[in-house]
């Protein structure tokens, strides 16, 4: 089955860049669906972050793009997530996601997610 | 940016409970809306989409349905393992989350 595993620093110092991967295993990414991040803070609630389809488009929520890189790898069928110019707001859990878009009108959710990555903002 | 909305923010109920959720979006959404079940400790998991389809492996104890700006979930008969915080999500524009709703124990 599809599983999806984040891994992150744990801790990011402010104004530097927070750097999280997600490994993929029983599917390669390269194949199919859309592999994105999602953020989780008492203060924000779940945030969408960015997701980048298997050819490579990449699509971010507005508010981050400016500091928002989204790659992925499809040698180690691997995802990642680099958030510059951190600050204390930044401070949350990370969970990468599989976005499905199917045919059936509204059809567009995330699907698998990770268990989740902490990843808190402090000098 | 397309604002999500639930009532109630929590709710207690007893076991064999039926209990509803509303959600309501800032404008419309047609069916783009989303179900999810997030237990404590955990990721969220995807319940419902497309406002009315239950997703694979789900039991049919769940149900949701609206349009538009209007959206439910229902669970019929409730069980120990459904208290939990429930979120809509919208994916009509971007992709918005509502602020949640915890069912706990009456």
């Known amino acids: 089955q599809v599983q999806l595993k984040e891994s992150g620093p744990g801790l990011v110092k402010p104004s530097e860049t927070l750097s999280v991967t997600c490994s993929v295993s029983?599917?390669?990414?390269?194949?199919?669906?859309?592999w994105g991040w999602i953020r989780q803070s008492p203060e924000k609630g779940l945030e969408w972050i960015g997701s980048?389809?298997?050819?490579?488009?990449?699509f971010y929520n507005p508010s981050l793009k400016s500091r928002l890189t989204i790659s992925l790898d499809t040698s180690t069928n691997q995802f990642s997530l680099n958030l510059s110019s951190v600050t204390a707001a930044d401070t949350a859990l990370y969970y990468c996601?599989?976005?499905?878009?199917?045919?059936?009108?509204?059809?567009?959710?995330?699907?698998?997610w990770g268990q989740g990555t902490m990843v808190t903002v402090s000098s | 940016d397309i604002q999500m909305t639930q009532s109630p923010t929590s709710l207690s109920a007893s076991l064999g409970d039926r209990v509803t959720i509303t959600c309501r979006a800032s404008?419309?959404?047609?069916?783009?809306l989303n179900w999810y079940q997030q237990r404590p400790g955990k990721a969220p998991k995807l319940l419902i989409y497309?406002?009315?389809s239950l997703q694979s492996g789900v039991p049919s104890r769940f149900s949701g349905g609206g349009s538009g700006t209007e959206f439910f979930l229902t669970i019929s008969s409730l069980q120990p393992e459904d208290f939990a915080t429930y979120f809509c999500?919208?994916?009509?524009?971007?992709?918005?989350f509502g602020p949640g709703t915890k069912v706990d124990v009456k």
């Open positions: 497309a406002a009315s």
């Open positions: 996601v599989r976005r499905i878009v199917g045919t059936l009108g509204g059809f567009d959710a995330f699907d698998i």
């Open positions: 980048i389809s298997n050819s490579g488009n990449t």
């Open positions: 999500q919208q994916s009509y524009t971007a992709f918005t």
């Open positions: 404008q419309s959404i047609s069916n783009y």
């Open positions: 029983g599917f390669s990414i390269s194949s199919a669906y859309y």
